[in-house]
DNA sequence: CAATAATGGAGAGTGATAGTGTCTAATGTC
DNA sequence: GACATTAGACACTATCACTCTCCATTATTG
């Protein structure tokens, strides 16, 4: 297929296409002439898999390269496939961090990981960004997560599939960008039914239900 | 103070102080005359506040003063108000996306949530998205990421503090903004872990070890 | 009391990011 | 052979979070 039927099919404008194409984000089409390629179903693939960690994945351009380029080497282990990903989602340290405390709670946990990992950084951040505002997480607060987390990373490793490395690869990298953004609004719908149980019965009484399964779609 | 001591508190440029002002992120000083306003310790403490929503916790400027108006709102009720927070960490639906996956699997789970929470949107988003790319995720990973979740917001409703209702709301919006990166931050490493212990003793042996907690800074 | 520095306020400018638009020569298609 | 399409390159745009510059007006200080 030529770009602009590429195009259509991934739902993005043909200027994009070849944005993806000069950034690296797509491998060139297989040339037919000097002015026309052709595109393949794979290339579709791509397209969707680049727009999901773009859009939903929250990936700049440079993250994404980096992502891809994991899925794509084919010797590549697993566990560093998830090294790649976990890297592509955490900012660049600014500044060195004290990672003490997050170490400390890490090593309470008894988790295996390695001290310069970039979760440990953006840990120690987190943390000590809610310190800065006073925000008073206690431990036992942080042990639920850890928990939840535990459960949450047991599932994903769990999950992998056996098939292939590239699958193993490919299901590690995307599960670990987009998986995110389901956990966060978990977290999101979680909180509003505890928070309705604790503090939003007496006013909100009528307003909030257990979501029957009988209405497809709410609009306006 | 005036206002290049507050800057100076808050570890930012005195023009940064000034555009947060003029975007209404920093209430006024108080004027002593045409160019003199002085500043107080609840000046220095909101600029913290400012800049941990908008660094770790990810705001833009305009989702910031929504999140603190709601934090301002002496009226507001503590449900409302993580409401609120939710919303300002939600993308704005783009476009009408299909709630029935997701309200299905919030339902199965006997949680209560109103149809149009901006979380369920994110989720049936962030699904469409997994989906799109041949992600196969299974309703038992899902249902350990609800587990998880439920765990989370159980830990963070309970943790809210009832000394008194403003109190409870700058909690809860700090919170739930504030927590996110201290989530995705242990489920990182919880992956790391559980992979480790999966796929990674046999090639990495030495290098993933528990942590102990007689390093408190690793450099390179 | 005069020189210097700092302030408030407003608008313009900056750098990064993710595209879009425009152009050209070459090509495909009817 | 006329018209649309393409690849490739470069330039342009929009948004965001600042950052700079300017000015008249204080505050401070020697």
Known sequence: MRISELARRGGVPVGTVKYYLREGLLPPGEATSATQASYDEGHVERLTLVRALLGPGGLSIARAREVLAAVDDPSISVHDALGAACAATSEPSPQTTDLAAAMAHVGRWGWWVTEDSPALQDLARALAAAQEVDLDVTEAHLDAYAEAAARVGRADV???????????????????????PVLLALRRLAQEDASGRR????????LMVPLAADRTAAGT
Chains 1, 2 share one sequence.
């Open 158 to 180: 769990a999950a992998v599939p056996t098939s292939s490395q590239a699958d193993a690869v490919r299901y590690v990298v995307l599960g670990t960008v987009l998986m995110d």
């Open 199 to 206: 503090f939003g019965a007496q006013d909100l009484s009528g």
